[in-house]
DNA sequence: TGTCAACATAGACGTATGTCAAAACAGTTG
DNA sequence: CAACTGTTTTGACATACGTCTATGTTGACA
């Protein structure tokens, strides 16, 4: 397993988009987690995870749901891995992979300006 | 001005991400809007228009905070119209673009599964 | 009408991205 | 150890993207 990045965008930003102007370095560090969401197949990835019992998917499992060779959706792992978004545990032979709520929650909180959403579940 | 699309991802999309796997189609909307997002040009574009006094500015306002040709701007600007996340009216000599604040809450409200922000200003 | 200012479009260029096949790596099990 | 399964890495390729300069287009105004 790779590196695991520092979550830079989960420390630093931000206040809502619409309250103040982001800064340049803002504005770079959300654009990267946005980015790691820009393609339909990570965001299934990462919606395939988050929804799956235990919170926590094995690559076997995401790999079945698309029509794309295995490495491929290796690749997308490693994108939302080094974005920060999710995180991946070798136990034995497979690779489980779950999602960093805090990042997501984040991003969604920078999205409107209200006041943050009451988690249930 | 060049065609506004029917911000489709507005009206489609859509449960919580962790909530429930989301379709293909769905995927492909929500990817569409992330990308757009997925730039620091624009993310900062975004965040200016949203929040400039009375949720416009114009074209020349934008401009002037980036150290980038007026064309690029340009460029970004219709990137983000087209994805739906803002609109673009001419006003005499200017043109004015305001953010469509429902597809920032619809996005908002797909990344957590929780209740909806409660909007306070 | 002509000219100027604001904004958009077209085309070109280098770089980044998504995909695959092939090869490498890691763990399990015989 | 060898063989096998699950996963990642590598290298190649076509396509998409961000940026620029040059050119159009639109509206104001003399």
Known sequence: MSKQLPLAAVDAC?????????TAGQAVDLARLFKAMSDPVRL?????????DGGE??????????DLSQPTISHHLKVLRESGLITGERRGTWVYYR???EVLARLSAVL??????????
């Open 99 to 101: 999602v960093h709520p």
């Open 44 to 52: 299934r990835l990462l919606s395939l995870i988050a929804s799956h």
């Open 14 to 22: 931000c206040s809502p988009l619409a309250r103040e102007p982001l």
């Open 57 to 66: 998917a094995c690559v076997c499992d995401l790999a079945d749901a698309f």
């Open 112 to 121: 409107v300006a209200g006041e943050p959403p009451v988690v249930t579940a």
